[in-house]
């Protein structure tokens, strides 16, 4: 059997995810969706007294998981919810193909902890936007082009940033968001030195922005209530 378990926005698991976990053979975690969880494998062999091994996205989208799932129970653990990746759906249509029976077991996504964390009405956001880090002959603009499209039609954007080869910075997304007038920035959501900056982005640019991972969500108009709450963050 194969176990799909999130691990959610800062590696609280739940009770169900926990008593999953427990049950498996082998368990796996993938870092490359959320980096950061990889300081968290020893909580988590220590919860669970089993060993976590660390597998890479080839690994996962190819049939090594579920070669041994067909034998054993094996967890795959991924940050946030492990259906926000379509990799995992994926997994899940393979191994249907395959007979094996899979749980998933869900947990917070940066999706919604997002848009609370900003006090921003979840409704309101648009299509979602992911900045790749830069690399040599290589400047997809499709990310700016629905953050345009959202503005247009008075939409939140959530902008995911690029995990490979390093978490991005946040400064380096102002950097490429720097069109838009702006920006929410959000640093380790759910850890205790969480930090969420709002503010233009020329006055982002200048302020401690704390550490990766971070999220950037560019507001469209501000509803009065959600303008209210975001001025808790504008002057910190």
Request: aromatic residues 6%; proline residues 6%.
């Given at each position: ?72 129970n094996v967890a795959l653990i991924s940050g946030g919810?492990p259906l926000t990746a379509t990799t995992h759906i ?140 975001l001025g808790a963050f504008l002057h910190k």
């Amino acid at each position: 059997m194969l176990y799909l378990i999130g691990a959610g926005i800062s590696g609280d698991f739940t009770s169900g995810g926990v008593e999953a976990l427990k049950k498996c053979d082998e368990i796996y975690i993938e870092v490359y969706t959320n980096p950061p969880l990889e300081n968290k494998i020893k909580d988590i062999e220590k919860l669970t007294g089993k060993q976590v091994m660390k597998i890479d996205r080839k690994e996962v989208e190819s049939d090594f998981l579920l070669g041994y799932a067909k034998e054993k129970n094996v967890a795959l653990i991924s940050g946030g919810d492990p259906l926000t990746a379509t990799t995992h759906i994926t997994l899940i249509i393979d191994a249907r193909k395959q007979n094996i029976p899979v749980e998933v077991i869900h947990n917070s996504s940066i999706y919604t902890a997002a848009a609370g964390k900003s006090g921003l009405q979840i409704y309101r956001f648009g299509k979602t936007a992911s900045l790749v880090n830069p690399r040599p002959n290589y400047k997809p603009t499709s990310s700016l082009d629905i953050i345009r499209n959202n503005l247009k039609a008075d939409m939140h954007s959530l902008v995911l940033l690029d995990t490979e080869p390093q978490p991005m910075d946040a400064k380096t997304a102002l950097e490429l968001l720097s069109e838009f007038q702006t920006a929410i920035i959000l640093s380790r959501l759910g850890e205790n030195d969480e930090k969420i900056n709002y503010g233009t982005i020329d006055e982002l640019k200048k302020k401690n922005l704390g550490k990766p991972p971070f999220s950037v969500i560019i507001p469209a108009k501000l509803h009065p209530i959600e303008e209210e709450y975001l001025g808790a963050f504008l002057h910190k």
